[in-house]
């Protein structure tokens, strides 16, 4: 076979990212339909020794339990157990038992519930870094205007006295005309 002849048995780009409908587990129907059916599924998992031995090392890990639950309920949904609804209707009550487990093994978890305190976020954001140094800015030119003997109140007082005049811009074009 010869370079310039087409190849016509080659596989079309990107058939190996797709696959028949159906044949994909969360393209079925759901094994179970209802928050209670899955609850008593998610129940009946979590009750077992080598269940709850995984999870406390998970916890003592540090990981927040909010995250476990996600993770948890959307591999159930890919494996076709539930439905998504059905899972984030869930995810409260995986929570709850996860805490408990946590509880009766003494380990000091993340439920992931609380939120953080803005001093323990440290944020290295574009806005915080512009807003620490217009800060400094400021600081810096208190400091200058108080060793001229001249305040920031002083200046401040007389720029809210006079109020520039604003020019009233009238639109132009096709879309200025009054209809």
Do not use: C
Request: glycine fraction near 8%.
């Amino acid at each position: 076979m010869a370079f310039n002849e087409p190849r016509l048995d080659a596989p079309i780009p990107g058939m190996s990212m797709t696959a028949e409908l159906g044949a994909r587990p969360w393209q079925g129907p759901p094994q179970y339909t209802t928050v209670d059916e899955a609850i008593e599924y998610y129940l009946e998992r979590m009750s077992s020794d080598e269940f709850n031995e995984q999870l406390v090392d998970i916890m003592e890990m540090g990981i927040p339990l909010t995250d476990l639950a996600n993770t948890l309920q959307l591999g159930n949904v890919m494996e076709g157990i539930h439905t998504i609804d059905v899972g984030m209707l869930v995810m409260p009550v995986l929570i709850e038992m996860m805490m408990l487990i946590g509880d009766s093994a003494g380990v000091d978890y993340d439920s992931g519930l609380e939120k953080k305190r803005r001093k323990d976020i440290t944020r290295d954001t574009l806005v915080a870094k512009v807003s620490k140094e217009l800060q400094k800015k400021l600081n810096e030119e208190k400091k200058n205007e108080s060793s001229k003997g001249i305040s920031i109140e002083d200046i401040s007082n007389e720029e809210t006295m006079e109020e520039p005049e604003v020019e009233e811009v009238k639109p132009k074009g096709l879309m200025g005309r009054r209809t």
